[in-house]
């Protein structure tokens, strides 16, 4: 273990050498407490904003169990990060193009293969990781829902994290208790809260007043409103029609929203931690989660 996790720091250091001058991916992970509070539909409607406004942009279906981000772009994915993983497959050839020219990669259940490689399979993963970096300026990973360990991890291995909830109180406690794990393992975490399906702006700012209060009293962390987007008909409407809201209805309620929350977005830029964005040092956190657990002060 020992001898892996030093080779891997020699390779992470080499990419990160070579990337220092050519700028690194933002990595963003969404993620939720409860499930099926909309994670995936912003995901794939917030990377497509992001796009039409001149970012090159990539999304990574994380979820170990089922993302569908592919069925909501209505495109087929049959290979993904798996065959990366496995090293059968270029990035070129997993990658789909998406609305805008946003890139998709399906893979969360292809991340459990990441326990078992060696040092040389490591290397020849990163190196396509690294190449990956390139092709993008913002990386969206959805995740899965839950405080689940593979989740958490998900989740924790990126500076930022963007935790949705909707005003179902069973959403917003399952949200606490997630912000509960995450911070009781990283203090420092960028947090920050979209909240989902809300009839007014009242009922959104009553929630996130509520939420970043208690979050705070009881957990001393300052989590930032990214923003609301209504309950809107037109959410479950492009899902059937297999066509993204913001390509389809660009001026409905959620379109609008999602527009606010992209602007915003990149407008919170974090500068403070450059260092460690990029989708190489993503990994080698989520590896050093995955392997190293011992470890973990070294690496946060
Ligand atoms: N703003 C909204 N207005 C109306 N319906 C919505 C809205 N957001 C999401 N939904 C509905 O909620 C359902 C779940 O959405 P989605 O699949 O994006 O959630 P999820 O959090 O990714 O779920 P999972 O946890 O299963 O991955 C969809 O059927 C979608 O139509
Ligand atoms: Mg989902």
């Given at each position: 273990m020992k001898d892996q996790a030093e080779q891997l720091r020699h390779i992470v250091a080499r990419l990160k050498q070579r990337n220092r001058d050519r700028g690194n991916a933002r990595i963003i992970t969404i993620t939720s407490g409860?499930?099926?509070?909309?994670k995936t539909s912003l995901t794939t409607n917030l990377g497509i904003s992001l796009a039409q406004m001149g970012y090159r942009v990539i999304i990574i279906d994380?979820?170990?169990?089922?993302?569908n981000i592919d069925l909501m772009l209505g495109m087929a994915s049959r290979y993904g990060l798996r065959e990366m993983i496995l090293g059968q497959m270029d990035v070129n050839e997993v990658i789909l193009e998406g609305p805008s020219g946003i890139k998709f990669i399906s893979g969360g259940?292809?991340?459990?293969?990441l326990i078992n490689l060696g040092s040389h399979q490591m290397d020849v993963f990163l190196e396509k990781i690294d190449k990956l970096n390139d092709m993008a300026d913002i990386v969206l990973i959805d995740t899965g829902a839950g405080a689940s360990d593979n989740v958490v991890k998900m989740a924790l291995a990126a500076h930022e994290i963007v935790l949705v909830v909707t005003p179902e109180p069973t959403a917003i406690t399952d949200a606490y208790a997630l912000t509960k794990i995450i911070t009781s393992i990283r203090q420092d975490v960028d947090l920050r809260l979209i909240i989902n399906r809300v009839q007014s702006m009242t009922e959104a700012e009553d929630i996130l007043d509520k939420f970043t209060k208690t979050v705070y009293r009881f957990l001393g962390i300052t989590v930032e409103a990214l923003g609301s987007v209504n309950d809107d008909i037109h959410v479950p409407k492009s899902i059937r029609e297999q066509i993204p809201y913001i390509v389809?209805?660009?001026?409905c309620r959620a379109s609008r929203q999602v527009g606010y929350i992209a602007k915003k977005l990149t407008e919170q830029?974090?500068?403070?931690?450059r260092d460690n964005q990029g989708l190489v040092s993503y990994f080698r956190r989520l590896l050093d989660f995955f392997n190293?657990?011992?470890r973990q002060e070294d690496i946060l």
């Open positions: 409860k499930g099926g509070v909309g994380g979820d170990f169990g089922l993302a259940s292809g991340i459990r293969e389809s209805y660009p001026n830029n974090n500068e403070v931690r190293f657990k011992d």
